[in-house]
């Protein structure tokens, strides 16, 4: 039993030393949930109704604006996407970017969307449009560390502009310029790995605690 705890410890140490908090980026994901779909055309095909379809990012929420001298908007480079729609046989598939995630403030409106970069009405992706601006939940939407995790947000008017090539070679487009349906977004945490393995150790010296005979 204490040759257990001592090798908990150890590795705890070990891996706190070689991933240091101080170092870790903030990676958060990022899920735009739209249960009534698009029509879409995948792998060429006629348009036809996807299904329900969600996209997701992982992004890191330390990201630099890269529209630091726009106010109304903010542009942050992100690590991945993939694409859930169960109907087109896609699960968490890889899209091959790049992309980033738009904030934006129309006054009365905004939102959030993935685009590819530089398109300026955020094409590329999925958003929305509508009055649940980012301004309203975010403390600056030019800074993505200001949003609150986990948040979870039911947009009204969505839209997408896809033309997306998956990491398999399959391909989806979709094109609605706004009044979409409904969905929520949802952003989150994701947990270090160093936090991921000291909490696995934790839980195996558990349990071989409670097994030891004495």
């Not at 996807?50 to 929420?61: E, K, Y």
């Not at 859930?84 to 006054?107: K, M, Q």
């Not at 839209?159 to 969905?183: C, F, K, Q, R, V």
């Amino acid at each position: 039993m204490r040759m257990v705890k001592s090798f908990a410890i150890v590795a705890g140490h070990i891996l706190s030393s070689a991933f240091p908090v101080a170092t870790f980026a903030a990676p958060i994901i990022m899920e735009f949930s739209v249960p009534d779909g698009y029509d879409v055309s995948f792998n060429g095909a006629p348009d036809a109704p996807s299904g329900a379809i969600t996209l997701t990012v992982m992004i890191d929420n330390t990201a630099p604006d890269l529209l630091p001298v726009d106010i109304t908007r903010g542009a942050f480079a992100i690590t991945s996407a993939s694409v859930t729609a169960p109907a087109l046989g896609l699960s968490n598939e890889p899209i091959v970017g790049p992309f980033e995630i738009l904030t934006f403030n129309n006054g009365g409106t905004g939102g959030i969307a993935m685009r590819t970069p530089g398109n300026i009405f955020g094409g590329g992706g999925i958003g929305w449009n509508d009055t649940n601006n980012p301004d309203d939940f975010m403390g600056d939407s030019n800074d993505l560390s200001t949003l609150p995790l986990p948040t979870n947000v039911a947009f009204d008017l969505s839209y997408i502009g896809a033309d997306w090539t998956m990491a398999s070679g399959d391909t989806l487009e979709g094109s609605l310029g706004g009044g979409g349906p409904a969905g929520t977004f949802t952003a989150y945490a994701v947990p270090e790995p160093s936090t991921l393995a000291i909490t696995a150790l934790g839980i195996l010296a558990i349990t071989r605690r409670r097994n030891s005979p004495v």
